[in-house]
């Protein structure tokens, strides 16, 4: 007899042995205990001593027992619950039927399973029905985690006692059963003791699907809290007898304290007593531990917590008194002894279990782990939470948890037995596996962790926080209790449970274990190891195990770490080191975010790489894949590893492949070949470049190093080649493996099928890679789901992994067992992984995220330019290398632009490939068709392909071009006139040249800016004498150029006034560099200037000085001729003013000043003079001497010749008819077909010809001098003359002329006069982009470039290039030709209808948007007729309705009546005016809005296409298992032989991912609206350009709310917020829009000055930072004329720090000089921008949106 009494309670059990004709009573309620024919399901080992509130729930679970009502246990997260349920069932004598519900469990798993025996169908019973039938308690575990309307199919079960089962019977109730006259074996009697307990947990608050109302109402509840804490804290006392009263009595306030109410609103997770009974029993054994010490590995507050929260818990804990104490010392395990192990902490010897039956004291024996003192002390808190408990081991990944783990095993003396978890995993595949055997009959075979459990083994459940939490909770009981059930019936239960079963039954563990109950073998323990980052701990797993974090270890324990790979040097690993803390700890949370991703495993590998050679900035960037990464993060990132001296560095040398029979050789790097199967070695064509060279260097040596390879990049760039190049090399065997949406577990691992009855699993590429030692090759990794692939990490990691089959991966020196269900891993197995970059517009996952620590990365970009031109020579070797290098410059912006994310398609060296095999073999097609093959995707979107052809037109290629050629008409001239001869008098005077000397004064440096500068192809429609243009930047309305100069080596130097600056660029170059040189340059200067090389000599009449400008070096000289003032200073006297001229080459260039000339050698830095009087130098090159042209009076001229110590100065005069006074000599005379110079010069605007210079220079006879029949605009004309042609602008053309002319041209003409047949042709002029209209008139310099070429440029900067020279047209005319093709080639989709008109109408709307292609009946249709839509003919007006456009051709909508037009027409105009009327907008303010919509229109379509690809984190499609109907689940084959009907899967949203609401992105605009956006407007249009910016954002975003909100707030000098257009009613309509713009023009116009930027900044960060959104960004709008007001950089950057969560951007728009850059160098990296053009906006936009998403 067993009596417990406690107070007037008590319940007795009288007779106990067996439970057999036995009572129980509790109080006054009694029950009879019937006999049990299976004793060994009754519940075991749950009748402890009972507190009072125990009691009561017995109590009343034996009234409903009695009462035959089925009950509803609602508890709190924890085992108590469960434990209450299984005493009863214990104390009942009960037989227990245990059901755990998961979101997977299916109909079979509660009522029957199909099995197969001897090749027939049979139906074996499931708990349900088992307990229904033999009279035992089912309880149901989980009521909350079952699927919705799963649960219903036992209602009638429960209400009536009745169901209908799948093999065609039908349980009946017991009174039913025994009333029916006649019975038979289709009917089965429900037994009469059969009950059902249901455990659950409230929903809400917790998480779950709330209770289906037929099936609460079946039930009757209970709730069952925590104990109360007196009874819990008397029952520890009485448990453990050396545990202290005060520790357990703070231990326990805890749990108490987060039940009340004031808790629960602070959001505080639940906590279990029951979870604190390990505390008490590692107290009982440590009694010198505090409670602070173990509080956390059951409530893991860092890790649960928010931030904001873990003050207020610490406060918690300091009230309950629970705060640290002294710093405990460690562990160490004197030794193993029947599978204990003897530990010793702080002088308390204690003992936990252990994985061998005896062990000497261990050494810490693991290769890879190497002792630190955080690891360490881990080690130890785990042996202690190891003597009471399971463990869960929390970190980032890549800190080491797997090494610890080993270190932790191998001291205890465990072997482990380690499960990759995984999203798609059930609650079965955890325990049990099904399969089929050699008789083709269904079993079940124990999965790992049984193995594990009955063995005694270290389990380790890697990526726990992979599984759903249902899933989870299913070890609950097996953690908690160390009992559970399986899905075939068996039972395993503790050990000296199983010990002391045995004995009460008199049955043996054998006998036992026969009868489906096993043993738990003591010494199993399980760790499980999870991310930090990911959100999976919720209160009803908090219970199951201690959980320990790994943190970070400190710098000196990471340095010591670093210290084993052998052969790093000092000076990188500290420099190293330094890198990852500054990343980690950097201010922009991107970049520390990406410094959390540098984990120690990662830091070992890059100092490996450094160590084999590698540069540690090009290891540290591959490591990070920053070449990947959102622009504005990457310059972030590269600014702040260049601060640190960690720099990416150009590997320039040769790098070349050499094999032998043996060995192969890549740059250095040698290994021996492989010689394997060559059926398996891959044979690909490959083009070797270096680019590409160099990475199968880096290749081969990460293969050497044991690793495997992670290839990322874009598609196209030859990762495939790569890889099969480098294994064509190496002769190793490949397996391949590609992936995709609906690859599994299964399927990369096992290949199941069905044979004869029986599952048969074949190998996969994967396992026959590993068994054979090959290499895996698996393609697209990234398209899978990184829940799949992540499976294969411990494979790479530890080499061990288990198979869906039962099979096991092991290391080859890890088994000698011979065994079909071991599979020894080869030493030569490597993996190789293709993936794409993470991130839109690649549809994969990111599978470098959860993979790439493990492996080496390398990044695969398109080649450089250099490697991919002589990649496309081998495809195309016939293709001319012109074509080459232009398609090659066009690409490489398009994947620019791409990155920027301008174009969502990333351009590679494929689509480059295939456009020159098509022009290798059809050159007829021309470069159109080629390209159109490629671009024909983009056609059909207007803005993105209009770029695309500008970029292309830009780069030289006449894309869309029709073989029309429109070069000027050559007019034939009446001859020239004789009118007089330059005469040689013989006289001269000769003299010695002396050295003049100079001071120089500096180098001062300038400031400079980098340039984008454009060139435009002129030959992209038709060919003409125009070849390119660019467009020099115009800071000002009033800005203008003036001089220009080129030098030797192609360079361009472009001087502007207001400001003054010069713009240096190659001709054959798109960047430019601007210096500002207005420092050094008096106001209103007279200047001139030539160059050298690149430098530029600058001549100021108005400070007398000479100026040097290096614009390579970014510096400038002063050179003092006359000792004149300092650098910068004005003098208006200006005596002595030099003048500057061109050298003519040889790094010359002359300076005189009316008595002296100057040779200045710019190169030696020399300088030689004659003093000669003069009025002009004019220069002629005549072969290799110098000769000059002076002129002294109006007609007195002299040839000086230029010696090397002496010159030589003849006198020379005109005869002749008339009087000619030389002010322009174009002198720079090129040689004709006869040999002889000619030159022209400029005498009151006549243009006359000097015929064989070469014979008056030498003295042997007169000159004679012709005047031409064309004279020019003015006597200081600039003007050229190359190859016998004479080339200067000319405002207006002869009446004559005109005639032959293509078309009038305002801004001029150039005047091509061939002086040898005497014709004159006309090319027209770049129109003028607009000149101040006090400005002076429009002229252009020409210069000399090639020959037969010359370039111009207009005072308003518009640079131009032209071949006039008939023989370089006509070569450049067949290439032209070659690229432009046939042109017939047509590429807009027409149609013709055949169908006519008959009046325009609106059109029928169709509420559903279909797509309606021709036809008359709906609004928004394309391609139609007489309705308003796209493409289409007779419609009123346009109505874009988002569908593809499908255009009729110009023909037929030109066929369209006049009456219908105008009718069509009539129509328009009113819908026009309704739309007006319906927003209130006049006609005057439409015209005013679109002009600041229209010229930012491609850019408002830019917009709306990056905000439609802006993404929020959603549910992804997976797949739902389980289903009736959908494809046919591998992994449910068995099943499906057994008729199963569950045996499909479908993809859909998951229901809790289809329950998330998303929340858009916020963005706060900050406009600048002061008193200088108005007051400076004029000079550089920036108030214009910041109004135009607000309205492209205004429409891009319009209907755009579920993805971005935004609000406009001003600031000015009087208010520092102004709220222009609220976050919750953006504008509505253009009318509204149109007063948000003038409001803000007039605040600026009104306003008082002042500044308060910075204020208004702070504002907004803290508007921003308020509101609940999925992003929140700043960006602020300013003009940078912060100076003026005294405000600091620093203090902007400091506010733009002041809240992480909130992303805070500057665009400057305006500047005076160069504030802005200084601005932007100033403030953090990446945060700061310059847009001087509206059309960078968007581009910036979308740098920024890309960037804030990385966090």
Known sequence: MLIWLFGRKNYTLLNSRFFSSSSLRIGNVAKKIPESSTPWLIAHGFQKGHSPTIINHLKWLLQKDVSRQDVFLVGTPGPLARRIAMSYCEIAAREVEHLVIS?????????????????????????????????????????????????????????????????????????????????????????????????????????????????????????????????????????????????????????????????????????????????????????????????????????????????????????????????????????????????VLDGYSFTVPSGRSSRTPPSTSSSTYIPTKTQEKLISDMIVSHSAADICLIGKQGCGKSVVIEEFAKRLGYETETVVLYNDMTARDLFQRRHTDEEGNTVWEQAPLVKAAVDGKLLVLDCVHQLHTSVISTLASLCEDRQIDLPDGTRLIAHDLHVDMCEKLHVSSDELAARGVLPIHPSFRIIATADEAADWLSPELLSLWHHHHHGNITPDEEKQVLLQCEGLESHYLELLQRTSHVLRSHDDPVISSVGRTLTLRQLLAIGRSVAAGASLGNAVHTALLTRFMPVLTRQTLTSTLESIDVSQTVDNNEISISTTDDTLTIGGVIVRKLKGDPRLIPSTTFYENQNQLRLLRDMLRSVTGGGHILLVGNQGVGKNKLVDKLLQLMEAPREYLQLHRDSTIQSITVQPGISDGKVVYGDSALVRAVRNGYVLVVDEADKASTLVTSVLRNLLDTGTMWLSDGRKIVKSEESDVRSDKIIQCHPNFRAIFLANRPGFPFLGNDFYAVMGDLLSCHAVDNPDPDSELMLLKNYGPDVPGDILTKLIGAFSELREMSDKGVFLYPYSTRELVNIVKHLQAFPEDGITTALCNVLDFEQQNGDIWDSIVNILHKHGIPFGATPIVKTSQRIKLPPAQLVGTLHSHGTSQQGRLTKRSFKKRGPFYLSHQNIDLPNYYDRSKVFSEKTSRRLLPLPSVNTRYSHAALGDNGMVHAVCKNPEMIYSFDI??????????????????????????????????????????????????????????????????????????????????????????????????????????????????????????????????????????????????????????????????????????????ISSNNLYRIDDIRKLVAKESDCEVYRLPFQADSESCSGVVDNSCLVMPTRDVPEEHRTQLHEDNKSGYLAVVDLKPNSISYITQPPSRGLNRYDEPFKTIIKPAKAGKIVSLSTDGVFQEY???????????????????????????????????????????????????????????????????????????????????????????????????????????????????????SEFDAKRYQEFVHPVQPQISALKQLVGGLQSKGGERTWLKNQTDGELDEGKLVEGIAGEKGIYKRRSVPKEASNVITKPKHVTLLVDVSGSMYRFNSLDKRLQRELEVMAMVMEGLYKAETRVKYDIIGHSGENPEIMFSPRNNPPKNENDRLKILEEMHAHSQFCWSGDNTVLALNKAISHAASIDADERIVIAFSDANLDRYFIRPSKIASVMKKDPSVGVFMIFIGSLGNEADQLKRTLPPGKSFVAMDTKEIPTILQQIFSSSVIK
């Open 103 to 343: 979101r997977d469990t299916t109909e079979s798993d509660i009522k029957q399973r199909k099995e197969i025996k001897a090749g027939s169908s049979h139906y074996t019973p499931g708990p349900a029905v088992r307990a229904a039938v033999e009279g035992r308690v089912l309880l149901i575990e989980g009521i909350e985690r079952a699927e919705q309307n799963l649960l219903p199919i036992l209602n009638n079960l429960l209400e009536n006692r009745e169901m209908h089962l799948e093999d065609g019977r039908f349980l009946v109730a017991p009174s039913r059963y025994d009333s029916l006259h006649q019975t038979g074996p289709d009917l089965l009697r429900v037994h009469d003791d059969f009950w059902v307990i249901a455990l659950g947990l409230p929903v809400p608050p917790f998480k779950g699907h709330t209770l289906d109302p037929p099936l609460r109402s079946r039930f009757q509840a209970r709730i069952i809290d925590d104990l109360p804490f007196m009874e819990q804290k008397s029952a520890f006392l009485e448990e453990y007898t050396l545990l202290q009263e005060d520790k357990i009595h703070r231990v326990l306030a805890l749990p108490s304290f987060l039940k009340e109410t004031s808790s629960q609103q602070l959001g505080f997770p639940h906590l279990s007593s029951c979870s604190t009974s390990s505390i008490a029993a590692i107290l009982n054994n440590l009694p010198h531990l505090l409670p602070y010490d173990l509080i956390d590995k059951v409530y893991p507050y860092q890790l649960v917590l928010h931030k904001d929260m873990l003050v207020d818990f610490q406060k918690v804990l300091t009230d309950l008194n629970i705060i640290p104490g002294v710093a405990k010392g460690q562990c160490t395990v004197k030794g193993i002894r029947d599978y204990q192990a003897e530990v």
């Open 1068 to 1241: 054959a170059s798109s960047q430019a560099i601007s210096h500002d040189i207005s420092p050094a340059i008096g106001y209103r200067s007279d200047i001139s200037i030539a160059a050298v090389d690149d430098k530029v000599i600058i001549s100021d009449r108005g400070t007398q000085g000479i100026l040097l400008v290096d614009t390579s070096l970014h510096t400038i000289y002063r050179i003092d001729l006359n000792k004149s003032p300092l650098l910068f200073s004005y003098n208006q006297s200006k005596p002595q003013a030099f003048s500057v001229a061109d050298g003519g080459g040889n790094g010359v260039v002359w300076l005189y000043n009316g008595s002296t000339i100057i040779k200045y050698d710019v190169i030696h830095d020399t300088m030689q003079q004659c003093n000669l009087e003069h009025s002009k130098v004019f220069l002629w090159n005549q072969d290799n001497d110098t000769t000059l042209l002076i002129t002294s009076r109006d007609s007195d001229y002299k040839i000086l010749r230029w010696g090397k110590f002496s010159y030589d100065a003849t006198n020379v005069e005109f005869q002749g008819s008339e009087l000619i006074n030389i002010k322009t000599l174009l002198s720079n005379a090129g040689e004709d077909h006869g040999g002889d110079k000619l030159g022209v010069f």
């Open 1363 to 1481: 071949e006039i020279s008939s023989d370089v047209l006509s070569m450049s005319y067949d290439e032209w030709r070659s690229m432009v093709g046939e042109p017939e080639k047509q590429i807009n989709i027409e149609r013709f209808s055949g169908l006519d008109v008959s009046g325009p109408k609106h059109g029928k709307v169709d509420p559903d948007n279909v797509p309606h292609v021709g036809g008359n009946t709906w609004a928004g249709g394309t391609g139609g007729r007489d309705t308003a839509g796209l493409g289409g003919k007779g419609g009123p007006y346009r109505l874009d309705a988002g569908h593809n456009v499908h255009q009729l051709s110009d023909e037929e909508k030109n066929s369209v009546p006049e009456e219908v037009t105008r009718a069509a027409r009539e129509m328009g105009r009113k819908a026009f005016e309704k739309r007006l009327s319906e927003i209130r907008m």
